[in-house]
């Protein structure tokens, strides 16, 4: 069933509509320590997608009532910006981003030594400035930086990426035409570049053969990232001081 | 402590209910049990107990699908099922449930939508499934997918007065066509939990608690997989992963039976 | 088969969570650090500290969490009959009690807790204790603890306070004899300045805190007080002053 306004085709010569090859990313950025009144704070970038992730806290959690007493309360907010969109989007929470914060909060909790922080809230806030697709792949890389940069105990950090089928084809970062008119949407993320998931979602329809085919790319896009990710916070003190 | 009770018992391959780890409790499918619905089914699996039901209106069709008919799905937590849930606005849990079991029916085009329009590119059918629990022993993200499912093929279509712009209605009932809506697949949704280094189905609410990581997997009735939400925390290795969709397209066929 | 140990990283190298530091049994984990099976590895993004087995690492960011025995800077937020609430640049608040604020005998009734410390105050106090759901008690109980009257107070990032006080407290009389202020460094990164060149000793401190990782501070911040400040002539007598 074609979509209205979709292109007759998304992969060109082994080529896809942006150029790339079918296992490419696109250029990434990643940014470490960039909103001086968050305790830590990174951009990221798949391309076009921008994502960028502020920690407060650990701080006083209230009411008290709702405290852990033996391990800090994480709580994720992720949100679109109404202008990162081509059509201005609905400002505040959706149901999409309530889904979406849940999921990355659960990814998160996975590396985090919670209980460094008991009766605390660690609170992470995710903001899509341009969406380009594989947004919440994004907001989760900026996040496990974030908290990097906060001296936020963590196990290693968490990396993720969006792999998708166009034209039959197994892609790897799914972007534009991609994301709306492509058939399958997935996206994962792993703790240090390895073979543990903590977030996984597809949409879409796969055969079980497809589905082992797009793990193991995902997880190797995982393990880029993931060096991206390890670059960007060594930068962050490795500048060299200006007289 | 009752945590490490059903650890135990599922790390030795055991479960209090005496089930194997791949079994569910016993399905019951109930079609057409709310009247003033266009569709509905009640579900049990085992305790669990959910209500399906389906209202139909026309609505303008969404801006990039302007001949399609919409399809809507909403879920509630009704505190009467688990004194955990609390009253007031959706929680994180139940938009993650109604989410999936709308990516479930959505992503392999169950509904054929293009057969849902009135006047091309101004007014569609809008399906909304609405799913409450009942009572929550464990699973509710199954026993909702099938309770939609079920529900789905229960629907009959409205009677539509296209002038006076309304659905057809003598006194507060709506007046049926008859017609069934036009489906096109059958998925399901089948979730799959972890415990150390086991895999199990249906998890009665004891074994949620003690869970290490679960996933959901929605197939169609030629094995396909069509949706995937892995919820909860928890890891899961890339052979956890592939070995939890194998289970789920055998399970899944088993409640696809089930819905008659 | 025994894995061979073997250390990884060199004394203040920097380490991002996850990183390998160290592998085998030989080697312990000190703070900021974790064992996974054989290897030992970072938790946190922080420079490498070394001693003897022991591979820690230290945050170069990150809040304060109370520890027994720290010298810190804190403010009154609240009293009650018996107690005083303060602010210790934390997410825990802490406690001192009456008993531990003075060694005088006290009728509670009849003396209002305000006349010893007031809302607003600023001392420097040390630890006492913290519970294991960080539950913290101050004393007023050692030779360093007193109120910090006027002055200013600033915050910087709690794991830089050891390079602002410098070894045995070289940077922050370093500080001092170009700017003629006091000043007092908690473990809670609270820092009290007083004396005639507050702006210039607070810029030192930042300049610190910004640049704590990059080898070569000691020489930078010498220079950039010794061309904006004054020297203290040498004959001058400082006043009593806590906090080392």
Request: one cysteine or more.
């Amino acid at each position: 069933m074609a979509k209205a306004g979709a292109p007759e085709k998304l992969i060109i010569h082994g080529k896809r509509l942006d150029g790339r090859k079918l296992d490419e990313f696109r250029p990434m950025k990643a940014e470490v320590g960039v909103i001086p009144r968050s305790e830590g704070s990174a951009t990221f970038s798949f391309g076009e997608t921008k994502a960028l992730a502020g920690v407060q806290g650990p701080r006083p959690m209230h009411p008290k009532g709702l405290q852990e007493p033996t391990r800090t309360k994480l709580r994720c907010y992720y949100f679109m910006a109404p202008f990162a969109t081509s059509e201005r989007g609905r400002p505040g929470r959706s149901r999409r981003s309530t889904e979406i914060s849940m999921v990355v909060a659960e990814a998160l909790s996975n590396v985090i030594f919670l209980e460094d922080y008991p009766k605390t809230a660690l609170d992470i806030f995710m903001e899509i400035l341009q969406a380009n697709a594989s947004t919440r792949c994004a907001a989760l890389n900026a996040a496990s930086m974030a908290l990097a940069d906060a001296g936020i105990p963590m196990r290693d950090i968490v990396s993720s990426v969006s792999v998708g089928k166009a034209d039959g084809e197994i892609v790897l970062d799914v972007a534009g035409a991609e994301d709306n008119f492509g058939d399958v949407d997935l996206a994962v993320a792993t703790v240090g570049g390895g073979d543990a998931f903590v977030l996984l979602q597809m949409d879409g329809i796969i055969t079980m053969e497809e589905f082992k085919k797009m793990l193991e790319i995902a997880k190797h896009g995982c393990a880029t990232v993931y060096a991206q990710q390890k670059a960007a916070l060594m930068k962050r003190y490795t500048a060299e001081v200006s007289e | 402590m009752k945590n490490e009770y059903m650890r135990k018992l599922i790390l030795a391959d055991t479960r209090a209910d005496g089930r194997a780890l791949d079994e569910f409790r016993e399905v019951k499918v109930q079609k057409g049990a709310i009247k003033t619905a266009e569709g509905s089914a009640i579900v049990t699996l085992g305790n669990t107990k959910v209500v399906a039901g389906i209202k139909m209106d026309a609505a303008t069709p969404y801006p990039d699908t302007p001949n399609e008919g919409n399809l809507v799905v909403d879920a509630e937590f009704v505190p009467f099922a688990n004194p955990e849930f609390e009253p007031g606005p959706p929680t994180e849990e139940s938009v993650e449930l109604a989410r999936v079991v709308d990516r479930g029916i959505r992503e392999c085009h169950a509904i054929d939508t293009e057969k849902l329009v009135i006047v091309p590119k101004e007014l569609v059918w809008s399906v909304h499934i609405d799913i409450h629990t009942i009572n929550d022993d464990g699973n509710l993200q199954d026993a909702a997918a099938l309770a939609a499912m079920a529900a789905l093929q229960d629907c009959k279509i409205p009677k539509y007065d296209v002038e006076k712009k309304q659905v057809v209605k003598v006194e507060t009932f709506v007046v049926s066509t008859g017609k069934p809506l036009p489906l096109k697949e059958t998925p399901v949704e089948v979730t799959v939990f972890k415990i150390g280094g086991k895999l199990f189905v249906d998890a009665a609410d004891e074994e949620e608690d003690a869970l290490d990581a679960r996933i959901t997997i929605a197939t169609t009735e030629d094995g396909n997989l069509c949706a995937m939400q892995k919820g909860g925390n928890g890891i899961l290795t890339s052979e956890e992963l592939l070995r939890a969709a194998e289970l789920a397209v055998v399970k899944g066929k088993e409640l696809r039976a089930a819905l008659g | 088969m025994e894995k061979k140990s073997e250390l990884l990283v060199k004394e203040k190298q920097l380490v991002a969570p996850g990183d390998v530091v160290a592998r085998g049994l030989e080697y312990l984990p000190g703070s900021g650090c974790y064992r996974k099976t054989g290897d030992i590895k970072s938790k946190l993004l922080g420079l490498v500290r070394l001693k003897d087995r022991v591979v820690g690492v230290t945050p170069l960011a990150g809040v304060y969490i109370p520890k027994p025995g720290d010298g810190i800077i804190a403010s009154v937020t609240d009293l009650q009959s018996t107690f005083w609430i303060l602010d210790i640049n934390s997410p825990y608040d802490a406690i001192l009690q009456l008993g531990e604020a003075t060694a005088e005998y006290v009728d509670t009734a009849k003396t209002d807790l305000s006349s010893f410390f007031d809302v607003g105050d600023v001392v420097y106090i040390k630890v006492l204790n913290v519970s294991h759901s960080k539950h913290t008690t101050l004393t007023m109980n050692d030779y360093r603890a007193k109120k910090l009257i006027a002055g200013r107070l600033m915050k910087v990032t709690p794991s830089k306070v050891p390079r602002i006080i410098g070894k045995e407290g070289s940077m922050i009389e370093l500080i001092k004899k170009y700017t003629g202020c006091h000043i007092v460094v908690g473990q809670n990164g609270m820092v009290w300045l007083k004396g005639s060149n507050e702006a210039l000793a607070a810029k030192a401190v930042l300049k610190i805190e910004g640049e704590a990782h990059i080898s070569g501070l000691t020489d930078r911040v010498t220079a950039m007080l010794k061309a904006e400040g004054t020297p203290e002539p040498e004959t001058a007598q400082p006043e009593e002053e806590g906090g080392a």
